[in-house]
Nanobody, 128 residues
Framework: QVQLAESGGGSVQAGGSLRLSCLVS????????LGWVRQAPTNVREAVAA???????SYADSVKGRFTISQDNAKKSIYIQMNSLKPEDTAMYYC??????????????????????WGQGTQVTVAS
């Protein structure tokens, strides 16, 4: 079982930046897939970024060029740096995990429903 704990959410003006962190505990195995999934006030869930055990990353078109996902294996953490934030980025952001997802650079991350393990979420609010 994998446990995920997010931190770093908050409120920011449009154009601003935030960095979310996720502490990953438990056994992820040698092959894993970690991602950030957001749920907007409309309840639509969107996987915005993912990173796998080979350090391959993928991004949703809606955040490409603005968000960067990374991992620090020593700290057992993943991060997402969010720049040029827009009001439409307002959502609850969840760290999520599952087994290997064979990410392909340039392609979309797995859908939100792919991920089995989820954190509690951290709220990001972007004011216009």
């Amino acid at each position: 079982q994998v446990q995920l704990a997010e931190s770093g959410g908050g409120s920011v003006q449009a154009g601003g930046s935030l960095r979310l962190s996720c502490l990953v505990s438990g056994n992820t195995g040698s092959r894993y897939c970690l991602g950030w999934v957001r749920q907007a006030p409309t309840n639509v869930r969107e996987a915005v970024a993912a990173i796998d055990s080979n350090n391959v990353t993928s991004y949703a078109d809606s955040v490409k060029g603005r968000f960067t996902i990374s991992q620090d294996n020593a700290k057992k953490s993943i991060y997402i740096q969010m720049n040029s934030l827009k009001p439409e980025d307002t959502a609850m952001y969840y760290c999520a995990a599952d087994v290997s997802c064979n990410l392909v650079p340039g392609r979309q991350p797995p859908p939100a429903a792919f991920f089995v393990n989820w954190g509690q979420g951290t709220q990001v609010t972007v004011a216009s």
